[in-house]
C-alpha cells in the first residue's frame, strides 16, 4: 500500500507546481495505489573488480510492479524495468557494459518518471537533467585497469534518452524544464581501495561541453 503525498521546500503538501501543473495523477494533494511487485535476477559470476559496479560476468534483473484498483479513484498502471550487464578481461583491464530500460504504461504522477541523468546514470549531468519520460533506455561502458595495487583508473562512455516519451508525462515537466531528452556523456576516473572503503572519483563532460566532477565512497568497511 503506497501513500504518496508531495510537500515543498516548506514541507507543505501541495497540488500543483510552480508553474499551476498537477503534482499528482489525481489532482489532489495526495495519491493512493496498492502495488504489486516482483523481481527477478539472474546472475553468472566469473571475474571481479573494485570498480563501481559489482562485476560479474554476466547480471539481468527484471522488476514489474502492477497497480491494482482496488478503489476507483486509485491509480491502476503497468510499469518495468530491467537492467542487464556483461563484464569483459581485457588482459589486465576490465571492460563493463550494461543496459537499463523501462516504460510505464496506464494512469501515471509526474513523480514517477524515469528520470535519466546523474552519477547513477548518464554522467556530466544533473540528476534528471537529460530528461524524464513514461519510457527510458540508459547504456553505460567503462574500461577499468589498475594502476597499482590499491589504485584503478577509468574511462567511461554513457548515453540516454527518453525515446521521446517525454511529452506523454502530464504537465510535460522536461519540456517546460528544456530538458534535451537524450544526451551523452564521457570522461574519466579514478578507484581507490581503502581500509575505509572503495572510493571513486570521476570527470565527465556532456554533450554540452559542460563538465561534472563525482566523488563517492562505497563498501564501507565496519
Not at 497497480?67 to 571492460?95: H, M, T, Y
Not at 494512469?107 to 554522467?123: E, H, K, N, T, W
Not at 547504456?139 to 574511462?155: C, H, I, R, S
Request: aromatic share 10%; proline share 5%; glycine share 14%.
Amino acid at each position: 500500500m503506497q501513500h504518496v503525498r508531495p510537500v515543498n521546500d516548506d514541507w507543505r503538501c501541495i497540488s500543483r507546481d510552480l508553474d499551476g501543473f498537477p503534482v499528482t495523477c489525481s489532482g489532489s494533494t495526495s495519491d493512493n495505489m496498492l502495488v504489486l511487485k516482483q523481481e527477478s535476477r539472474y546472475a553468472k559470476a566469473n571475474d571481479h573488480s573494485f570498480s563501481r559496479v559489482n562485476c560479474s560476468s554476466f547480471q539481468f534483473s527484471m522488476q514489474i510492479e502492477q497497480g491494482i484498483p482496488v478503489l476507483s479513484k486509485w491509480l491502476i498502471f503497468n510499469r518495468f524495468k530491467f537492467v542487464a550487464s556483461k563484464g569483459f578481461k581485457l588482459g589486465p583491464a576490465f571492460l563493463l557494459t550494461s543496459l537499463t530500460g523501462g516504460s510505464i504504461v496506464g494512469d501515471m504522477a509526474p513523480y514517477q518518471a524515469f528520470a535519466i541523468g546523474g552519477l547513477s546514470s548518464v554522467r556530466g549531468y544533473g540528476e534528471g537533467a537529460v530528461g524524464c519520460g513514461r519510457s527510458c533506455l540508459v547504456a553505460n561502458t567503462e574500461l577499468t585497469f589498475p594502476l597499482n595495487k590499491m589504485l584503478e583508473g577509468a574511462v567511461f562512455l554513457d548515453g540516454g534518452t527518453d525515446l521521446g516519451s517525454g511529452r506523454q508525462v502530464p504537465g510535460n515537466p522536461a519540456v517546460r524544464q528544456g530538458k534535451p531528452g537524450s544526451g551523452v556523456g564521457l570522461g574519466y576516473g579514478l578507484r581507490f581501495r581503502s581500509p575505509f572503503g572503495h572510493m571513486q572519483l570521476d570527470c565527465a563532460v556532456n554533450s554540452f561541453q559542460q563538465k561534472t566532477v563525482y566523488f563517492g565512497i562505497t563498501n564501507l568497511a565496519p
